[in-house]
């Protein structure tokens, strides 16, 4: 897997720390938790979206591209990262927002993410739930060429095999890390949604030979919805770094049980996995990813799924930035 073979923007802080968390891993009486800084990549607060933007953005230039179009929700951490990607490459972004939540307040809708988005010069379009973003990019690229412009779109999440080489480098990072350090992991955590992340980890982790198992929790689809959108994207990322087939069906697991009302929507496991993770490590962890991924884990912790005696990964996919979106529904 020649990564090298593809244009790459330099955005990332790499390698991200892989860090041990003593205190939580008292508190909860099971498994060594050790957790993969993604936090830590530097664009615009960090976060997951960084990684994958190195290759969109890197692409985007080698095709000409002047403007940036991206889509993502109201809160989006792939936006946000976006807009401060584009202005450190001195590109223009034009920024679709969704709105998937039901009945907004003025702190969602107006501060985190959005107000940085604001900050970085983007563009934004306001859309409702369920708009066909296809059609509203079309619209966008045609405004930009018609006035002597070059577009890219950016899906949503950077979730395409492009994107997702961002994660197929983690993977290898991560991989490297171990041996450094000489550990041995027994599973990796992960917020899973719009796949890239889920999708390219696995790649660079089978690629490379390994068969260390990755736990994906889903933030936003049914199981068996996420899990194929994850193998999809995961068999089109390994065939595009001349890998093809070394990602089976049975390495994608999702467990879609932490999503709570919906997207978005705060839940009582993601408001005391983000509280422990600040009281007992000092770390942040957003309401709508990381955090119900957390919530997850430590559920797993609890019920002794994973065990005292194990050693586990979780991968922090950043998005602190939302909290501060939340202010108003988390409780403390």
Known sequence: MLLSDFPRAKLAHLPTPLEFLPRLTEHLGGPDIYVKRD?????ATGGNKTRKLEFSMGEALAKGADTIITVGAIQSNHVR????????????CE??????VTKPGDTYRNSGNVFLDRIFGANLREYPAG??????????SNEVRAKGGAPYFIPGGASNPVGALG???????LLQQLDEQKLEIDHIISATGSAGTHAGLVVGLRGSGSELPILGIGVNA???VQEERVFKLAVETAELVSAPNCVVREDIVADCNYI????GVPTDGMNEAVLMLARFEGLLFD??????ALAGMIDYIRQGRFKKGQKIVFLHTGGSAGLFAYADALKF
């Open 39 to 43: 936090d830590c990549t530097g664009l």
């Open 81 to 92: 990262q976006t807009a401060a990607a584009a202005c450190k490459l001195g590109l223009a």
């Open 95 to 100: 920024v679709m927002l969704e709105h998937r």
């Open 131 to 140: 708009t066909d973003f296809d059609a509203a990019m079309r619209e966008i």
């Open 167 to 173: 994660y197929v480098d983690c993977g290898i990072e």
């Open 222 to 224: 049914p199981q068996d």
């Open 260 to 263: 709570g009302a919906g997207y």
């Open 287 to 292: 309401p709508v990813y990381s955090g119900k």
